[in-house]
């Protein structure tokens, strides 16, 4: 099979639902004479025209709820707003007004509308451009959240988020644009609401976001060297969550550890920690672990790599429970 970055995987879930709808769109900052601040919507603009492909402002805020009333007016939106760390200035439009319109209407209004970000650090781009931000986002009832890692989960969930009929948070990791990974040319959906098991093992769960899933996926081996089994969970979405894969993985195992880029005060690894609780109690071992960056600012440039977690970070909550 062919082997394509994440961004190009983007790239191709955009084209192909633009000539699949016509009222499929995208708008955002350089998403189109430019073709993407980082090349991610290259030929997307000579191919749809300004119609369809449109440039826009820095208006964070005014953009949210402009893609909130053209969704509920027929179209699908894709928004791009460039650093996840900036879905602050448009946080009621994404949280608190599109999530609601459906349930408030009785259901006769649909949201369709895609909000795009990249998140998480690996650029060196300090406190202000490199926060992993599903947290800000989980207690908004109403809102999907997709969290993709490889280029083909990247591709059939984003064209899953653009078919569903509820507004879809789509947090992209900015460490991971380049990385590349085995996507058909064929058409396929990933459905949101899907985990995937990356790794068989029998002895700790790992539940791991974004690019804690790579960062696993070495700890295991290092661990798998020692004589202990890990198996690797990616919830590909946090919302809805896939609670059958993650609990049956916790019973064969007993032992949890949860990986995550953003800060673990507040953090999504304390909620799926308290559903495991709430649902698994009998079948856990051992406290559940948590891995996630430290409480503080992420600071600029080389640094970075001392606040976040890594593969090494993994190995030592595994030994622990082990």
Not at 118 to 124: D, E, H, N, S
Not at 227 to 235: A, H, L, M, N
Not at 252 to 268: D, M
Request: charged content about 25%; glycine content about 10%; overall charge negative.
């Amino acid at each position: 099979m062919r082997q394509i970055s994440y961004a190009q995987a983007l790239n191709e879930a955009m084209a192909e639902e633009m000539r699949k709808d016509k009222n499929v769109f995208l708008m955002g900052e350089d998403v189109g004479v430019m073709g993407g601040w980082l090349g991610h919507t290259i030929g997307l603009y000579e191919e749809f025209g300004a119609e369809r492909v449109i440039d826009t402002p820095i208006a964070e805020s005014g953009l949210a709820n402009i893609a909130n009333g053209m969704a509920m007016a027929g179209k699908r939106p894709i928004l791009e707003i460039q650093f996840g760390d900036f879905l602050g200035l448009a946080f009621d439009a994404v949280g608190n007004q599109g999530p609601k319109f459906r349930y408030m209407s009785g259901g006769e209004l649909k949201v369709p509308a895609v909000f795009r970000s990249l998140q998480g650090g690996g650029f060196g781009a300090a406190a202000q451009h490199s926060q992993c931000v599903e947290a800000w986002f989980m207690n908004l009832p109403g809102l999907k959240i997709a969290v993709p890692t490889t280029p083909y989960d990247v591709k059939g969930l984003l064209k899953a988020a653009v078919r569903d009929d509820d507004p879809v948070l789509f947090l992209e990791h900015k460490a991971l644009l380049g990385v590349k990974g085995e996507v058909p040319e064929e058409e396929y959906i990933v459905p949101l609401g899907k985990a995937k098991v990356v790794k068989e093992g029998k002895d700790v769960t790992i539940i791991a976001l974004q690019n804690l899933v790579y960062h696993s996926i070495e700890a295991a081996k290092e661990l798998e060297e020692e004589g202990i089994s890990v198996e690797i969970i990616d919830p590909r979405t946090l919302i809805p969550l896939d609670s059958q894969t993650i609990f049956s993985s916790v019973k064969k195992t007993g032992k949890v550890v949860i990986a995550h880029e953003a800060p673990k005060r507040g953090g999504v690894g304390g909620e799926i920690s308290a559903f495991i609780t709430e649902n698994c109690f009998e079948s856990l071992k051992a406290p559940i672990k948590r891995v996630a960056a430290l409480n503080i600012p992420i600071p600029f440039g080389i640094p970075e790599k001392y606040c976040l977690p890594n593969k090494d970070h993994i190995v030592k909550a595994v030994k622990e429970l082990v």
